[in-house]
């Protein structure tokens, strides 16, 4: 575990650059056709005390459920009709917490095999404090139950692209960029709808003066994206 702290501190101080880091032991690089089981293996492997893992029947068509266990604490991962890496990932990082943080390598966006890595939740507050949270995050996506991750949609990725690009190293996080690209894709499947005839003006301007409201509250609380 020492080892990827170390690896990722050297990156953020320079000493290694982002090809360096790319092929670093530090990232975890997991496809998107991966079996669950094995996405919480590879986790496991990052952490110095790794927690245990069975599985359960459930007469689902998918197989197995997952369940996590350490000490007294135990959850089996609910699952829908299928099992979801985003829904594995984001529920072991919530169960190893706050011993341990799992977070996502944002350079991986827009790939169908995404980077992950897992430090302990007093080595990421090391990161934070010396180079800056929002540095450290720019790189390592934060993720909670609201997070996307393999199951984006392309044009949601290549807006978050776009406005990576321009954030000049301080990224914004992805829930907040998805939730400004999201109002400006409902704005433009409006005016189509009513362009189209597939609704009157009456509601075109109802829909529109409740989604200009949605737009104006997240400008005053997070300022316009370009």
């Not at 690089?29 to 005390?49: H, Q």
């Not at 990932?89 to 390598?105: G, H, L, M, S």
């Amino acid at each position: 575990m020492e080892n990827l702290y170390k690896e990722l501190r050297s990156f953020f101080a320079n000493d290694i650059d982002l090809t360096d880091l790319f092929d670093s032991e530090a990232i975890i690089w997991i496809d998107w056709r991966e079996y669950d089981e094995d996405v919480v293996n590879y986790f496991n492997d990052m952490m110095d005390e790794p927690i245990d893992i069975k599985t359960v029947s459930n007469g689902k068509a998918y197989g197995d459920d997952i369940v996590l266990q350490k000490g007294d604490k135990e959850l089996q991962i609910p699952y829908g009709d299928a099992q979801d890496r985003d829904v594995t990932i984001k529920y072991f990082n919530d169960f190893v917490q706050p011993d341990y943080e799992v977070r996502w390598f944002a350079e991986s966006l827009g790939n169908d095999t995404l980077g992950f890595t897992v430090l302990s939740g007093p080595e990421w507050a090391k990161l934070n404090d010396e180079f800056g949270a929002d540095v450290v995050r720019y790189y390592f996506e934060p993720i909670d139950f609201e997070s996307d991750m393999f199951n984006l949609g392309m044009d949601e990725v290549f807006a978050l692209l776009a406005l990576r690009e321009n954030s000049e190293g301080v990224n914004t996080q992805f829930s907040t960029q998805l939730d400004w690209i999201r109002i400006i894709n409902k704005e433009k499947t409006l005016a189509e709808q009513k362009e189209n005839g597939q609704i009157d003006l009456k509601q075109y301007m109802v829909a529109k003066k409740e989604l200009q409201q949605i737009k104006d509250d997240f400008v005053a609380t997070h300022g316009e994206m370009e």
